[in-house]
Nanobody, 122 residues
Framework: QVQLVESGGGLVQAGGSLRLSCAAS????????AGWFRQAPGKDREFVAT????????YYTDSVKGRFTISRDNAKNTVFLQMSSLKPEDTAVYYC???????????????WGQGTQVTVSS
């Protein structure tokens, strides 16, 4: 059974940076796409970024392009989200997920982590 554990969240001032990590166990991580999603209070979960198994394809939501970078280390079964120039509107619980399709659509991700809180103060 695949398990995903996020870490790296916290409180940061606007303009600051954080690096989220998601460690996977079980399954075949290198075969799967890995994505990051977020959910702010009172809002629906939204796609943030995703990366294919061999890292040759990445997608970002428009609001984070140029500020966030997704990457992965298949030797360590870990996916990262480097977040820079953070804004208060980036405040949310961030979830990582894995699935067989590199897509913005959460429907295609079959395994999810428990989430890590990111709070950006103004």
């Amino acid at each position: 059974q695949v398990q995903l554990v996020e870490s790296g969240g916290g409180l940061v001032q606007a303009g600051g940076s954080l690096r989220l990590s998601c460690a996977a166990s079980g399954g075949t991580f290198s075969n799967d796409a890995a994505g990051w999603f977020r959910q702010a209070p009172g809002k629906d979960r939204e796609f943030v970024a995703t990366i294919s198994g061999n890292s040759d394809t990445t997608y970002y939501t428009d609001s984070v392009k140029g500020r966030f970078t997704i990457s992965r280390d298949n030797a360590k079964n870990t996916v990262f989200l480097q977040m820079s120039s953070l804004k208060p509107e980036d405040t949310a619980v961030y979830y990582c997920a894995t699935g067989r399709v590199t897509t913005r659509n959460a429907y295609y991700y079959s395994h999810w982590g428990q989430g890590t809180q990111v709070t950006v103060s103004s």
